[in-house]
């Protein structure tokens, strides 16, 4: 088995040393038609990223995952048309009026479903493929014993998140404004580099993670994704598509981080990966996790019996 690894990248520098590190893909986007990656990035780098890509024998992922409303449809086709003339290898989409145009208008843009958190049945994940996509993007609230039945039913790879931010919430509506508004209070910042987060009352200890952008407004997961301990299993189930998200695991951290990542591939690939080099590994990520982050499997070990 060949396991590829995709990585977010928040800049083409960074787009570089992720190439070194192992990726196999850069995931980028843009401020316009992308959703909640680390960096909104113009066109002039989503160009430059996808040249160094493919100058390393590597591969791009741009998202084009957004909520599609009326005035971005408006304006989707000439952004189409850039990501294909420059060639990118593939796109997220979530939003079937984006796929709609792709069809009707026969683009040469192999693309990947992505709806977030609605993508949790081999039968809609084929029920797309059937509709041309090469791929999906799984949901992060899977458990284990959901993904064992879904893993050998696929008919396209199927992307599982390893490591980094899961989303729970996504409103169109700029809450946290609406909020600075209401409460009379002075703008606190609103962005993901503000560090902001909402905790439950009956929890204070809690932190979901929340910023606010041009697509609406965004909350995390109390802990972030580190499937580090799964990893082999993951693979077994036929799981061979990981991504690691570094929305909020920025610079060099993030670049390690994939790293580490691309040592275990290695191990699962030649059947060598031990308990004891598990722990080691998952130790270094962790050194490497931003401070205050905590960490755990999400859904993965919940019955889904007990999900409501």
């Known amino acids: 088995m060949k396991v590829k690894i995709t990585a977010t990248a928040e800049s083409a520098e960074q787009a570089k040393s992720l190439l070194a590190a192992g990726a196999d893909t850069i995931n980028i986007g843009d401020k316009d038609f992308a959703l909640r990656m680390p960096t909104a990035l113009t066109q002039d780098q989503i160009h430059l990223i996808t040249e160094m890509a493919h100058a390393a024998g590597k591969t791009i992922t741009v998202s084009v995952n957004a909520l599609m409303h009326v005035e971005k449809m408006a304006v989707i086709k000439p952004y189409l048309d ?42 809609q994940v084929n029920f797309w493929a059937e509709q041309g996509a090469v791929g999906a993007v799984l949901a ?5 014993s959901e993904l064992e039945a879904m893993g050998s039913a696929l008919q396209v790879p199927g992307e599982i998140l390893v490591y980094g931010a899961t989303v729970i919430h996504h409103s169109k509506r700029p809450l946290l404004q609406n909020y ?9 910042g609103k962005t ?38 799964e990893l082999a299993d993951l693979a077994a189930m036929g799981y061979d598509h990981w991504k690691l998200d570094g929305i909020f695991t920025r610079g060099d951290d993030f670049v390690e981080i994939v790293r580490i990542f691309d040592q275990v591939r290695k191990l699962v690939e030649t059947g060598e990966l031990t308990p004891d080099k598990v722990l080691q590994l998952d130790y270094e990520v962790r050194k490497h996790h931003p401070a205050g982050r905590s960490l755990s499997h999400g859904f993965y070990d919940i019955d889904p019996t007990k999900i409501k």
């Not at 069809?103 to 992505?114: A, G, H, R, V």
């Not at 992060?140 to 284990?144: A, I, S, V």
């Open 140 to 144: 992060r609230e899977l458990p284990k």
């Open 82 to 123: 850039f990501l294909q003339e420059i060639g990118v290898d593939q796109i997220t989409v979530g939003d079937a009026g984006v796929i709609y145009v792709l069809q009707q208008n026969d683009y040469k843009l192999p693309w990947i479903y992505d709806a977030s958190v609605l993508t949790t049945s081999s039968r």
């Open 192 to 229: 993901q580099d503000d560090h902001l987060s909402v905790s439950e009352p009956s929890d204070p200890q809690s932190h979901f993670s929340i910023f606010e952008d041009s697509q609406g407004t965004h909350i995390f997961a109390n802990d972030d994704l580190d499937m580090m301990t």
């Open 180 to 188: 600075y508004n209401f409460a009379e209070v002075k703008d606190e």
